[in-house]
């Protein structure tokens, strides 16, 4: 449960007036205080055993002052009277030891605004009890394929809150499900992930039945050679290589020219059938719907049609651009700016088994793991497959094969996507889920066998 006396709107504002109180003392007018609370409850299991159950509840106060050109942010855990003077004093000291920032604006002004809440009081009381019931379904799942599970099961409510001396004030809560799981065989295994607001009894068993059924079908798996071929992304995959540049559609990625889209906005980079938004109000989606600074978010067309149309700004950027921000600004000070962080790629009518129906010869891939940049300009991605790579041969998948390390240019995927599946929410090694599509992809490159 959320600690609702500390996240009250009375108490925000009670917060907020000490903090003034005490900057005030100090001979600083402005300031700024962002809340959080929040309550994690977690199940792990492995070895067809539940072995932890922990329940961590958190809150946090950040004071961010600000005199002139120099501003600066300090964060605690005490909320008390004590605490709350105490991140003034150190925030103030930090932003008069602070380089001027000639683009730093005025604080936010506003009116109320809470947006769009998905707290479900489901999530957020589930006992240990139903965790446990549920791991144990999915264990004996996995077990009976002769297999070993390991994964986790949470379940977890937040809240945070902006408010400031100009008068803005802005909340969000929700809550938020985790299922994940690992079905392992002598030399294979199998994996499956989801992640939703909302407490969904059936998923814990149905990704279990995923997770086993891969791990069953890569048993003794071959090796093929390295080369260029089609493959069939699942939305896991997707989101693990396709996630990787979204940090560059922002303003300022643009205006200090270490963007990828550096003198290509508004031309046709990947194919028709390519089209991204970030929208926060997206069914599938979650998260707070104003930004750092208490922007309200907007919708971004990203890419349409093939062409990047849209980036993200913060207020500043925004402002050396002469352009309107978009809400998606990172708390200040940073470094960082802005980014898109509510994607959404649009997807198709085809099927993952229709893709592979209609693949002569080809990989279906489960998800990629330990990515890591090679090149920026084409956003060059090596990584490698895991826990589900198959061979597909005559429209069926036919066995496992060895997991393959991969060297592919993101802009190059996306130009040579030929069948999409319908959109749903994606977990996978990500900080924060998407909501894609799985992708049929032409000439992926894989350059070597791994060694596991």
Known sequence: MNDSALLSRKRCQEILHAAVAAARRAGVEDVEIMLGAGEESLTRFANNQIH???????????????????????????VERNGIEAAVE?????????????ALLPLLGGSEKAGNRRYFAEVAETTPAARAQ????????????????????????SAEAILNSAGLFRYYDETKSVFSITAMDDASSGWAKASSPHYEPAIPITLAASAARKARLSRNPREIPSGEYTVILEPAAVLDLAGQIFGDFSGTALADQ?????????????????SIYDD??????????????????????????GIPTEVAYSRASAVTAGTEPTGHGFPLPNEGGESPVNIVIAGGATTVDEM????????????????????????????????????????????????????????????NV?????????????????VVPAMKVEGFRFTEVTKF
């Not at 005199?67 to 005490?78: F, V």
């Not at 549920?134 to 409510?157: M, N, W």
């Not at 889209?261 to 990947?270: A, H």
């Not at 926060?280 to 049609?305: C, I, K, M, W, Y």
Request: aromatic letters at 6%; glycine letters at 8%.
């Open 52 to 78: 932890q159950n922990v329940s961590e509840r958190s809150r946090f106060l950040s004071v961010r002052t600000m005199a002139g050109q120099h501003t600066a942010r300090a964060t605690t855990n005490r």
């Open 356 to 415: 592979i129906a209609s693949t002569n010869y080809g990989i279906l891939v489960t998800r990629l793991w330990y990515i890591r940049e090679v090149e920026p300009y084409e956003k060059v991605m090596t990584g490698m497959t895991r826990d589900g790579t198959f061979l597909v041969e005559d429209g069926q998948v036919v066995c496992g094969i060895r997991n393959l390390r991969f060297n592919q240019s993101v802009v190059e995927l996306l130009k």
């Open 134 to 157: 549920a791991v144990a379904e999915a264990i004996r799942l996995v077990e009976g394929e002769g297999q070993t599970a390991a994964g986790i099961y949470s379940t977890a409510s």
């Open 90 to 102: 150190q925030a103030i000291a930090l932003m008069r030891s602070s380089e001027p920032d000639p």
């Open 280 to 305: 926060v109000n997206h069914s599938l989606q979650a998260g707070a719907p104003f930004d750092g600074e208490g922007v309200p978010r907007r919708r971004l067309a990203l890419v349409e049609r």
């Open 418 to 434: 030929s069948a999409l599946s319908p959109s749903v929410r994606a977990s996978g090694e990500e900080a924060f889920d998407m």
């Open 258 to 274: 270490r963007s990828f889209l550096t003198d290509r906005l508004g031309s046709k980079l990947f194919g028709d059938n390519i």
